[in-house]
């Protein structure tokens, strides 16, 4: 599989040297974009876990409670005959302490250079994987604290080092193929601590694909993701490269006016995992505009362990006002009700307020998002 990617990718890259000699000489100046966005709210969750079997809420002014704050650098450079030269160099931060994120790294979001024709596009760098692609259109409720990523932290932490992605558009048919051959040099989610490019043929190595038709009013998405274990540095229970944490997804989409519908699964064998390595996820996803500035979105999700009495359903419900294209004012609540020894939170948008095992949940924060 690694060398038909590998083939695929270095025919492009010739592509794209037959174009640049073409058309060499017309090259433009580059363009450089300043880009961003924050989110601050005021959060109360309850029964967070005090210790000594004891719970009680809390209250705390939180960042990224509708989406992960970043700031970047975006380019790009008309080479002449379609072809483009680019960059990405993001940033994460937690708004409400202005620490950096992602372990403290400066571009921890992303960093990459690549080239970019009619044949499609090659990137080399820190890069998202495929099943990020893939859960685009599906996913409205995004990254932020009361999404799917409470329920599996690697949804929005779908990003490695060391990596080289390859992904072109025909018609209505988008695909791609990602690998990483050392995904993280640091611990910062889940399978982390691992930054692999030794000489073993797996050790620390993911790889990604995905396919997409988009029919105009509904599309379907599938991506199959796979990262191999490293040392026993390693966290999360990859502590070698015959263990791996593999997610496959099918997820669907359809627009009806101005009204959308997602809905997804995902399917997950984490060999990280000693007592519960297999899971689905579940989600069915509505975003209903409700005025020209109010829009409403709500997700029902469930995550099921196999062969475990473990499972944790989420109810989540956000309302957004747009003061203009860049600020907009928000209301968001989660209900999640855990059963065995699940003890998931029904936030992530800030650490450490987990309920005791099989508590529910509830949280609810307002707050302002500005993008720039």
Request: glycine residues 16%; charged residues 15%.
């Amino acid at each position: 599989m690694v060398n038909k990617i590998t083939i695929g990718m270095c025919a492009a890259l010739m592509g794209t040297t037959a174009a640049w000699a073409q058309d060499g000489s017309a090259n433009a100046p580059s363009a450089v974009t300043l880009y961003g966005v924050i989110d601050q709210a005021v959060e109360h969750v309850s029964n967070v876990s005090l210790g000594n079997g004891q719970t009680g809420g809390v209250n705390r002014i939180t960042g990224g409670a509708t989406t992960a704050a970043r700031w970047g650098l975006r380019g790009r450079e008309d080479l002449g005959g379609g072809l483009a030269a680019l960059f990405t160099l993001e940033s994460s931060f937690s708004g409400d302490t202005g620490v950096l994120g992602t372990a403290g790294r400066l571009f921890g979001r992303q960093a990459y250079v690549g080239l970019k024709g009619g044949w499609g596009e090659v990137d080399l760098g820190r890069l998202y994987t495929m099943r990020y692609y893939s859960l685009l259109d599906s996913d409205m409720f995004g990254g932020g604290g009361h999404g799917l990523g409470t329920l599996d932290p690697g949804i929005p932490a779908a990003r490695a080092d060391n990596s080289i992605s390859y992904r072109n558009t025909t018609g209505p048919f988008s695909y791609g193929v990602h690998l990483s051959l050392g995904r993280d040099s640091v611990t910062t989610s889940p399978g982390t601590n691992c930054p692999g490019e030794a000489s073993d043929s797996k050790q620390c190595r993911q790889w990604s694909v995905m396919a997409k038709y988009d029919g105009g009013s509904w599309g379907v998405v599938s991506s199959y993701d796979k990262m191999y274990g490293g040392t026993t540095a390693t966290t999360a229970g990859l502590t070698t490269p015959d263990r791996s944490d593999v997610r496959s997804t099918i997820n669907g989409y359809m627009k009806l006016g101005e009204n959308r519908v997602g809905m997804g699964w995902l399917k997950r064998n984490n060999e990280g995992s000693t007592t519960t390595p297999k899971s689905d996820l579940y989600w069915i996803v509505g975003v209903v505009p409700v005025t020209g500035a109010l829009v409403v979105d709500g997700m029902l999700s469930e995550l099921k362990y196999e062969n475990s009495a473990n499972k944790a359903v989420m109810v989540s419900l956000r309302g957004t006002y747009s003061l203009s294209k860049r600020t907009a004012l928000f209301v968001s609540g989660v209900h999640l009700k855990n059963s065995g020894a699940s003890a998931i939170s029904a936030s992530t948008a800030q650490s450490g307020s987990a309920p005791l095992a099989g508590q529910s949940q509830n949280a609810i924060q307002t707050g302002i998002r500005h993008s720039f």
